[in-house]
């Protein structure tokens, strides 16, 4: 799952539910579901992937409100010939062929800044701390962030435990701060978070469970992390419940290669399984936004 404002902490359901329900979804987009309408302000998103990338995702959703569904779909980001920027065309997969879900729209810039280079500050820092991961101790800084987003009045407090030796770099992965996109440390090796706001109160807890799990899409091999995050609370007076794993690679950067989830609201599971079956990626020049 993705962190971790209230709107990603419901995020997965969203996707689950909007899939089950057979509207378009992507998860690994920013977007809870993809919009068929054309819309003045750019999409987020697919934040290093060059124009001529494209990925394909098959995703299987089941339901206790007895909405199953099995649906592929294609997205490709090209370049915007009157802007200079890029575009992402969607489309979902008739039996056939692919068919255009609407008009391609128009996409954020490439943003290649890391956790450190946008310049937060930490709140608190705390103790160092041990982290125990594929039988290696590592001594992680701890530092805790809080955001908050005066559009819903939701507050987060993030912690992240970095790793010290600066031996470990993951592959590139991000959470969501208030509608933002923002990258996670590549020594970032575990992180913990609290979601607080008006009929919202959620805790969760993001671990690594493999540092090289080998998954294959589309006859290749790709070497994946691959992290777990529960999170428990509530939302609208409803107990809430979400379990997941991502698996992330460097073949397809910043983007998941597969996502499985568990998500309860009150008495409604849903359990969805997205997986990359198919994927091209042509480089993009890291640079910050907007230079």
Not at 100 to 126: E, H, N, V
Not at 141 to 163: A, I, K, P
Not at 262 to 278: H, Q
Not at 279 to 285: D, L, M
């Amino acid at each position: 799952m993705t962190l971790v404002s209230g709107r990603s902490i419901l995020k997965v359901w969203v996707v689950a539910l909007v899939v089950a329900a057979g509207l378009p979804a992507f998860a690994g987009d920013i977007a809870p579901f993809a919009t068929t309408q054309p819309t003045a302000k750019p999409r987020e998103g697919y934040r290093l992937l060059g124009a001529g990338s494209w990925v394909v995702t098959h995703s299987a959703v089941t339901s206790s409100m007895g909405f199953p569904s099995n649906v592929k779909r294609k997205v490709v980001i090209a370049a915007d010939g009157t802007t200079g920027g890029r575009t992402l065309s969607e489309s979902r997969w008739s039996g056939a062929e692919f068919e255009p879900t609407g008009p391609a729209q128009s996409l954020g810039p490439i943003d290649g800044r890391t956790f450190d280079q946008m310049g937060f500050t930490p709140q608190t820092t705390l103790p160092d701390a041990a982290i125990h991961l594929s039988r290696r101790r590592y001594l992680c800084s701890v530092n805790q962030y809080l955001f908050r987003s005066e559009s819903d009045g939701r507050s987060v407090l993030l912690t992240l435990y970095r790793d010290k030796s600066q031996t470990i770099k993951l592959p590139a992965r991000s959470l969501i701060v208030g509608g933002r996109e923002i990258p996670l440390p590549a020594d970032a090796i575990q992180a913990e978070f609290t979601v607080e706001g008006p009929r919202m109160s959620a805790k969760g807890s993001r671990r690594i469970i493999a540092m090289a799990s080998p998954l294959i899409v589309s006859g290749k091999t790709c070497i994946c992390l691959v992290e777990s995050t529960r999170t428990e609370g509530t939302s609208n007076d409803k107990p809430l419940s979400i379990q997941s794993q991502e698996w992330f690679s460097d073949a397809l950067p910043g983007e998941r290669m597969r996502m499985q989830t568990i998500t309860t609201v009150g008495k409604t599971r849903v359990d969805s399984d997205v997986t990359v079956v198919e994927f091209g990626v042509t480089p993009a020049e890291a640079k910050v936004a907007g230079k």
